[in-house]
């Protein structure tokens, strides 16, 4: 199952700054909920712990981040984490592309991210799947802000929580989301391929 | 389908229940009619290594009217409330609701607390208690205290509960004449969760003015949703089809679906729109009657 | 009912509706299915399956499973190899992995497997079990399969350079394409059956107990074959020491079927595997969800069919192209000699000569299959495709559909009746049939009530379908499984006091065979039905028959039972001539009895003539009263039917009710009329089914996004509307019996007649054609893009 969500957000920070925290990838952990590094394997490359924890749910993953793409002159950053369910179920990428955009004070940054669910989640997650990945990356945008701002990021937003949540809830078409979940429908049916998008 | 292996305890009385989740912290779970959390056990999504019983504990299945209030307790079942006099009567709203939660065997062991208390959008208690402004009673080591429905639901699966809170009671103001409440929810087959559902909770005055409104959604938002724009634009109000096709159009704008196997996000809005404005209609119908 | 019974209530032969006397049991919760089965000191088994539908298997680290107290042995692709056993044969001679040693082809594929002292220790393991897998983009549609770029899935097969199985044709393509170079009209329409599940309520699995003092192999096993079965894994184990006459295979009561029950799975395999090595006998039994995701699939077959006409209507050819999407493998449980099977009766119940018919298959990275559900081998999606664009051809030239199918029907008095695919209709009255059905449903009075309807601007649709089945496989010139041929059998003891026990070679699933076997021989011999047992479904007795699929079961089975037990009524007629002292000529029988022609005081029940088959027999005569006859039949049976249904929708939700279902079904010559309305009502159940509600949907990573009844929706009572059948009856000529079969019938008929009515219903609109299942939110798909809704 593949959902992708594309979104634009600014951050009040010049871009310099912005960079250089993504490109640790200490911090960008530290900002996705239940992500926890524990090893470098390679310059580009790092292992660790996803714990994914949603009322009576959970669920653990050996991860793996890799920077798949740093263009320092484009500012354009692609970083792929992947997780394998440890208990065999499964397994979900995250892949994260990011274009920064300075202006004036602030960053412009373009973000998609498409995440890919492999397995028992898949089948029996499909109905929570893209809402849950709409709310981690909220949740990780506002964890970035608060990171670049100087401040700790609360316990409670390391992990996926209720509170973003219930603050979005309203998603009326006038302000909707460029969000969608990528057609999981009749294959066959090539009028209806695009009509979530 | 085989869950992994837990300890059980039960217990016989709050205080009893209180004491095993202190023991056991966040590796228990309360189990009232199972029918959410044992499914989730049996895919192990989740594996508690303690379930703490808390089906038989006394005095929490009723379903009465004291003070103005109607008092339903956290262990009544859906078939409870589905074969109550009381509820036939007065809160048919409430048979609506029950008859349409899974199948006869379900709704023999799922209870009302834990309908609330799983959090889940898609279960079709919470939009029902947002329409009748429920106010939730919750009861944990330190005492009770009351949680308005509105501030009741957080997340997925997350609640206003605290750590080893039980939820007790659900209490809603008594029915009144001019009142009358319908739910109705689209769903695959019988049994199987809303693709949307629509609860609705109206009074009107005998010149048909709405004096009071409550609407609540299901499933098609990421918590359970009140349409409060929906509500507002018809309390003070004297009902015509316009106005209702106006608040069925708000709820269809404001709901927050998400496209998924039932169908695309456009679907669930478009009939969401139909389905409030034919449960309005069903609420209106039963307001008047009892005027 | 045209049909007259000829026996007394008392003895209940043909035509009597005997309640189902298997229903005792069941009822009482007393049925003994494989999960009943337990033995001492048995282990159980647990798979561990692939999450993945492509990926290399790196490696598999057993250890933590193996330190968990309580497990035997954990079975990997790689230790079956050491035996030669990590492969099989499918029915339809391609290759199944049993476990895989690198490569595992689809979700939930089995990989390894765990067996333990317990049933849940055996699920902590599974748990336990480290695979390390690398993922690989999987195939997932059929048309991209075929894509020179696609990668090549069998790269087991050696030489093996794409993805295509098969190709498959009938008929005659020149002079088809002649017929429609001519034609007034054609009409042509893509049309994809997707691929469903039999979801039956009892899901597979097995115990497996060999015992290593008598080198034995018992298996209780959930098969609808089990002497097929016997027979494959004699085949298939013969070299570790497995030999046939080893091998007991019991297949005890069954919670259904529908040809999901035919295959061999892995798992059973393994749990063999397993008892053989360990010498202690191995429960496996599959849960919900490993049920509907790996076991095998039905239909997935993508037909783009076309219809030559006169501008009057009248038929002058069919063509049809199909893509078949088999999966990994083709595992078609399909014992005919043509790769697609039943296909080629695809022409349905019209006159016409000319047509042509191909079918190419593939391999994708979905589970295999390919069985018949309750239907004899593509006669589904056969009698869909021809059902459809009978009425897209009735919608395109402005005729109604019952008209249209009037003037096209094969006429009574044309039987029995070559079809342009060359296939002999054996018996039928097509005129008859859907003139009852649109008497029984008041067919002129809804078309009125349709043209108010649609001034109001009200959705309402009556869809027809007048099927034609090919069932009853099968004469030995078109069928066979792995050179067997398909006959059945029947074995009839009757005991000195005139009680009998009879086996057979079938297997019901439910199908109420100990009640309507009984019943025809108590049709042939008079003895009353409630005094025969009927015993099927255990190698070690029943005698040799190829089981019950395909509506075969009456077709053969029931022929060898009428036909052995009229041997026993000519051997109870020499010992009535003996004990009456007459000449054969000179006897007459009424059911029970032999008497002399012009005397009948003097007369022998057929309880007398059993017990001097022990105590009194001629000279010369073999003692007893047993007969045995295997039936391997002239034709195929042709039942049919006409079965029109009436819709409503809403056109604001897409919400679609079926109001009305109206099925006449002509199965000849009718065994048990209750037991048939049954299976009628069940398979239009069933029919319902993938219409409006069921579909295996997978994504592009191969994910099964509905692998268990929270999403797979089956429907239920609920859904189901109140089902109005009757019969008209041509028994079929060259049956001893006159019946033809009737299970498969509603099954095949149903799901065109609902989207024929879906489709009448939404024609004002401008459609001609929706897919199955069309669900409310298809519907409502319609009204948006029609800007009916917003
Ligand atoms: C086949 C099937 C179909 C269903 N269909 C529907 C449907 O259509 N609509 C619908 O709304 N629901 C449906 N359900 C869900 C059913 O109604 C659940 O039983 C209900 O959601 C939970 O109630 P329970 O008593 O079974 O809670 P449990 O499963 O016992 O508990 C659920 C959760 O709530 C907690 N909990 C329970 N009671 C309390 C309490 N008093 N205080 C604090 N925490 C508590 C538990 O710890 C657990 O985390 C269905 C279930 C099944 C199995």
Known sequence: ?197 | MIPASFDYHRASTLQEAFTFAQEYGEDAKYLAGGHSLIPMMKLRFSEPAHIIDISRIQGLKYIKEEDGILKIGALTTEADLEFSDLCHDKYPILVDVSKLIGDPSVRNKATVGGNLAHGDAANDHPAVMLALKANIVAEGPNGTHNIPVDEFFKGFFETALEQHDILIEIQIPATKAGNGGAYNKIERKVGDYATSGVAVNLTVDTSDTVVDIGIGLTNVNPVPMRVSRAEEALKGNKLTQELIEKAGKIAGEDCSPTADLRGSEDYKRSITKELTIRTINKAWERAKASL | ?790
């Open chain 1, 1 to 197: 199952m593949k959902v992708s969500i594309d979104k634009n957000f600014e951050i009040a920070q010049p871009v310099s700054k912005v960079w250089e925290y993504l490109l640790d990838p200490y911090k960008v952990a530290e900002c996705v909920p239940g992500v926890k590094l524990t090893e470098k394997i390679s310059e580009t490359e790092y292992k660790g712990d996803v714990g994914l924890k949603l009322g009576p749910v959970n669920a653990s993953f050996n991860g793996v981040i890799t920077y798949a793409k740093v263009d320092e002159v484009a500012r354009e950053i692609h970083l792929v984490g992947k997780g394998v369910d440890k208990k065999g179920k499964g397994s979900v990428e995250m892949a994260l592309e990011m274009k920064l955009q300075e202006s004036g004070n602030v960053t412009m940054v373009n973000t998609t991210m498409n995440v890919t669910v492999i397995g028992v989640m898949a089948q029996f997650g499909s109905r929570l799947i893209s809402d849950v990945s709409d709310h981690i990356f909220k949740q990780f945008v506002e964890n970035f802000q608060t990171l670049l701002a100087g401040k700790e990021i609360d316990d409670q937003d390391k992990q996926i929580h209720g509170g973003a949540v219930a603050g979005t809830v309203v998603k009326s078409i006038t302000s909707k989301l460029t969000s969608g979940v990528k057609n999981i429908f009749s294959k066959k049916d090539k009028k209806e391929e695009n009509e979530n998008e």
């Open chain 3, 1 to 790: 009912m045209e049909f007259t019974c000829k026996t007394s209530k008392e003895i209940g032969g043909m035509g009597h509706s005997l309640k189902r006397r298997e229903d005792d049991r069941f009822i009482q919760g007393k049925g003994n299915y494989v999960d009943d089965v337990k033995l001492p000191g048995m282990l159980y088994m647990d798979i561990v399956r692939s999450p993945y539908a492509y990926a290399k298997i790196k490696s598999i680290n057993t250890e933590k499973a193996l330190a968990i107290d309580g497990v035997i042995t954990v079975i990997t692709g790689k230790d079956l190899e050491e035996h030669n056993l990590h492969w099989m044969p499918t029915f339809l001679s391609d290759t199944q992995m049993v476990l895989p040693t690198d490569t595992v082809m689809y979700q939930a594929q089995e990989v390894a497997c765990v067996i333990a002292t317990s049933r849940y220790i055996a699920a902590d393991a599974v748990e336990a079990v480290e695979v390390d897998y690398e993922p690989m983009k999987p195939v997932m549609d059929p048309h991209k399969a075929l894509d020179p770029d696609a990668p090549v899935l069998r790269t087991d097969k050696e030489g093996k350079k794409d993805n295509h199985i098969y190709h498959w044709e009938n008929g005659d393509r020149e002079k088809t394409e002649e017929v429609f170079k001519n034609a007034d009209v054609v009409v042509k329409e893509q049309i994809y059956l997707p691929r469903i599940h039999v979801a039956s309520i009892e899901t597979c699995g097995c115990v497996a107990d060999y015992q290593t003092a008598t080198k034995k192999m018992t298996v209780y096993m959930t098969t609808q074959a089990p002497h097929a079965v016997r027979t494959v894994v004699a085949l298939v184990a013969g070299h570790v020491g497995l030999s046939e006459e080893r091998i007991r295979i019991i297949s005890p009561d069954l919670g259904g079927g529908f040809g999901g029950k035919v295959p061999i799975y892995p798992g059973y395999i393994v749990a063999i595997t397993a008892t053989f090595l360990i010498g202690k006998p191995v429960k496996w039994i599959e849960d919900r969800t490993e049920n509907l995701q790996a076991d095998s699939f039905a239909r997935d077959y993508d037909m783009t069919c076309e219809l030559a006409a006169t501008k009057e209507g009248k038929i002058q050819a069919f063509r049809i192209k199909t893509l078949a999407d088999m999966g990994y493998t083709d595992g078609s449980a399909n014992p005919s000699k043509y790769p697609a099977g039943m296909f080629s009766i695809c022409t349905g119940s019209y006159d016409y000569s000319t047509a042509f018919a191909e079918v190419d298959a593939v391999y994708t990275n979905k589970p295999p299959g390919g069985i018949a559900y309750r239907c004899s081998f593509r006669v589904t999606e056969a009698a869909h495709a021809i059902e459809r664009m009978v009425d897209i051809l009735a919608q395109k030239i402005g005729k109604d559909p019952a008209e249209l199918r009037m003037e096209n029907f094969i006429k009574k008095d044309q039987f029995p009746y070559k079809s342009a695919l060359g296939w002999e209709y054996d018996s039928g009255d097509y005129h008859a049939g859907l003139e009852k059905a649109m008497n029984m449903i008041g067919y002129d009075e809804l078309r009125k009530e349709q043209v108010e309807k649609r001034a109001k601007g009200e959705y309402m649709g009556i869809g027809i379908c007048t099927f034609t089945e090919i069932v009853g496989a099968g004469p030995s010139k078109d069928f066979d499984i792995l050179g067997l041929k398909m006959f059945d059998s029947a074995e009839i003891r009757v005991h000195p006091t005139g009680k009998a026990i009879a086996r057979f070679g079938t297997k019901s699933q439910g199908q109420g065979h100990e009640t309507t076997y009984a019943q025809i021989i108590a049709e042939e011999l008079g003895i009353p039905a409630e005094h025969i047992t009927i015993e099927e479904g255990d190698t070690d007795t029943a005698p040799y028959g190829l089981g019950t699929y395909a509506s075969r079961s009456i077709a053969t089975a029931g022929a060898a039972a009428a036909i052995a037990a009229r041997k026993l009524r000519d051997k109870a007629r020499k010992i009535a001539a003996y004990l009456l002292e007459v000449s054969e000529e000179d006897l007459e029988w009424e059911p029970g009895k032999f008497s002399v022609k012009g005397a009948p005081e003097k007369s022998k029940t057929i309880q007398e003539l059993v017990f001097a088959a022990y105590t009194n027999y001629p000279p010369g005569m073999e003692g007893g009263f047993e007969a045995v006859h295997y039936y391997d039949p002239p034709n195929l049976t042709f039942p049919s039917g006409a079965y029109i249904c009436v819709v409503d929708i809403d056109g604001k939700t897409g919400a679609i009710k079926v109001r009305r279902f109206v099925a006449i079904d002509d199965c000849g010559n009718i065994i048990n009329p209750m037991i048939v309305q049954g299976q009628i009502h069940g398979g239009l159940t069933q029919g319902i089914a993938p219409a409006m509600y069921e579909e295996l949907i997978y994504d592009d990573e191969g994910n099964i996004l509905n692998g268990s009844f929270m999403d797979y929706l089956v429907p239920t009572a609920v859904e189901s509307p109140k089902w109005e059948t009757d019969h008209v009856v041509t028994p079929s000529p060259h049956h001893p019996l006159g019946a033809k079969g009737v299970a498969e019938s509603p099954t095949v008929g149903a799901p065109p007649a609902i989207v024929n009515a879906i489709v009448d219903a939404l024609s004002p609109l401008g459609v001609t054609h929706v897919e199955i299942p069309v669900t409310p939110y298809k519907v409502w798909k319609i009204l948006k893009e029609k800007g009916v809704v917003d």
